[in-house]
């Protein structure tokens, strides 16, 4: 009888509640079948494989120089910018071949010339105040030592009034096509140590290979940890450091 005089504004309350809760219990039961899910997903993906990373390096001595200094300095013709340009070359070239180098190691560059404009308030006025030659020569060579030893002493050569610009040698090695297999077959075998000793750790033994990937060759100075996406080469010393890595994902059991 009371059912009968209930209001019917009460029942359509009583419906959206009802409609609300069976709304949570199914959500609820939703989220929890999915998450299970998930958790079993990313189990199983980390019970089907390990990556790892192995690393090598070795020492590499460079055995090729490559030298480049720059003969330049201003004079108010062109003509005599040149001239000058040509007598300081020839000093420095003397310089060189006295010291060791031999002269078809040398490679003379072409003169280039430059007018220097005066420019007043930041306009060019038209007018020329003097003319700008320079010249490069560059050194190519095995004997890096020698190299080394001419360009710390070619101060001697600067105290003479010889404008150079000295920009550095720049040492490369020439065996790197050899390296490169063997360091990255050691990196292999240090990546496949590593996997087998956290496997082992677990209480897991490791499977197949499934995937190799190779990391850029770095180049450095023997104290260095630079390192760079697409590789390094280092050119300011001899000695050298070469390093390879890999990134390997082996199945495991």
Excluded: C
Aim: charged content about 15%.
């Amino acid at each position: 009888m009371s059912q009968l005089n209930e209001s019917p504004i009460i029942t359509v309350e009583r419906r959206k509640a009802i409609t609300i809760i069976v709304s949570a219990v199914i959500i609820a039961l939703a989220l929890g079948v999915g998450l299970t899910q998930v958790g079993t997903g990313f189990a199983t993906r980390a019970g089907n494989g390990i990556t790892v990373t192995g690393s090598a390096k070795t020492s590499a001595v460079a055995d090729n120089a490559v030298w480049t200094l720059s003969v330049s300095l201003s004079s108010p013709t062109v003509g005599a910018a040149v001239k000058k340009v040509d007598s300081d070359v020839a000093a420095l070239s003397s310089y060189l071949t006295q010291g060791g180098i031999a002269a078809d190691a040398l490679t003379l560059g072409p003169v280039a010339t430059f007018a220097n404009e005066e420019f007043v308030n930041g306009n060019a006025t038209g007018r020329i105040l003097s003319y700008r030659a320079t010249r490069d020569v560059t050194v190519r060579t095995k004997d890096v030592q020698l190299v080394s030893k001419l360009s710390q002493g070619i101060g001697s050569l600067l105290e003479t009034g010889i404008n150079v610009n000295n920009y550095g040698p720049q040492y490369y090695i020439s065996n790197l096509p050899e390296l490169r297999p063997e360091l990255m077959s050691e990196a292999m075998k240090d990546a496949k140590l590593r996997a087998e000793s956290l496997t082992k750790a677990v209480g897991g033994s490791l499977g197949s290979l499934v995937n190799v990937k190779a990391g850029p060759i770095q180049i450095t100075t023997p104290d260095s940890t630079m390192t760079a996406d697409y590789g390094a080469y280092d050119t300011s010393t001899i000695n050298k450091t070469v390093s390879a890595t890999v990134s390997v994902t082996f199945s495991t059991n």
